[in-house]
């Protein structure tokens, strides 16, 4: 049957082609967990290399330190204001497209800033290595398990100045040794902002040792 002249017949596979992209945005939007957890960790990777190729085009080769940070800066401006930013997402594309230009921009704006940053690369500086120790998310071998105990005590008293919520994720993450969902659950949040809070704990305890002149 042939359509009238002035309809405009859209093929059921181009109409519904990002229908599912669509839905779990709407669905991130309305506030539900689920839906965000699914979101992070289907497009991790995409967020992930979308910020090292930029970095890496640009002449800039990062450490890990930089790229998770920036990744968590991603998700946490995604999610701001009850997923204002995430809502531009018109669906006229993949999912997957759009976040990698909004992780571009985003991070060749970071780049631009050119703020600076505390290096913690000093393998000689006790407080530095406990600030690498203390956020680490890998398993600790057993002969470097004592020398993690002996410098995760010197960082006891930067601890004390940090808001309740920053040291209750700290026993969770580093004395309980508990993985990120797990964190998620206790604290009644995502596993995106439990990952963002990991990066600005880390921040927090930088900039506490390097006033403190513990760093340099």
Not at 30 to 43: D, F, I, P, Q, V
Not at 145 to 172: G, K
Not at 191 to 199: L, S
Request: with cysteine; aromatic share 6%.
């Amino acid at each position: 049957m042939s359509a009238k002249p002035d309809q405009i017949v859209v093929a059921p596979e181009t109409e519904d082609r990002y229908a599912e992209d669509r839905r779990l945005v709407e669905a991130c939007r309305r506030g539900e967990t689920r839906a965000w957890r699914t979101l992070l960790e289907r497009y991790e990777v995409t967020i992930h290399y979308a910020v090292l190729n930029t970095l890496r085009a640009r002449g800039h080769e990062p450490s890990s330190d930089e790229v998770a940070d920036l990744e968590a800066d991603i998700v946490l401006a995604l999610a701001k204001n009850d997923f204002r930013k995430l809502g531009r997402y018109a669906g006229r594309c993949k999912l997957s497209h759009w976040l990698k230009v909004v992780s571009n921009n985003f991070t060749i704006d970071r780049l631009r800033q050119k703020r600076p940053t505390v290096s913690l690369d000093d393998q000689d500086a006790p407080v530095a290595k406990a600030l690498r120790a203390t956020l680490d998310t890998g398993e600790p071998l057993p002969n470097q398990r004592y020398e993690r105990e002996q410098l995760l005590a010197a960082m006891r008293d930067l601890y004390v100045e940090l808001p309740d919520c920053d040291r209750h994720f700290i026993q969770l993450h580093v004395y309980e040794e508990l993985g990120f969902e797990e964190i998620a659950d206790r604290m009644e949040t995502t596993v995106g902002a439990i990952y963002a809070r990991k990066n600005r704990v880390r921040k927090k305890l930088t900039s506490l040792a390097q006033e403190r002149g513990l760093l340099r």
